[in-house]
């Protein structure tokens, strides 16, 4: 008798526990990173250099490649060739994940800095979620 007691207020307490679900938002926000590499970083003024921003998703995730996604440019002290980027911009628009190259001028020496702003969804064959991250690059023309 003891024993079914025992495995009764076992199975009830197992039933009453919460539940624990994967939050897909922290598993989006965790399955791919933004990647300046290859961007120029010093240049002599007057010179010409690229920006690049890059959003890499890890295995078996994709951005997706028909939701919106848009990239907000801003320099101070540099001349940008474009400032709004999307999809068509990409240097691979059907890459899973998105890579972009932007020229850029150095007007003037100084300490100058390019900021971005993305916004695009992440995917994977459970949850597809919007995603908006900035990052700053900074550049220095001598």
Known sequence: MLRIAALALAAVSASAAPSVRADPADDAARSYRIDTTGTTT????GGTGTFVVAIVPAEKIHVHPDAPLRIVLD??????????????DAVDPKADGPRFEVPFVAPAPGAHEISAKLQFFVCSDQWCVK???DVKVAVTAK
């Open 42 to 45: 010093e240049l002599r003024a």
């Open 75 to 88: 320099a101070r002290g540099l001349e940008l060739s474009k400032r709004t980027l999307g999809h068509k």
């Open 131 to 133: 995603q908006a991250r």
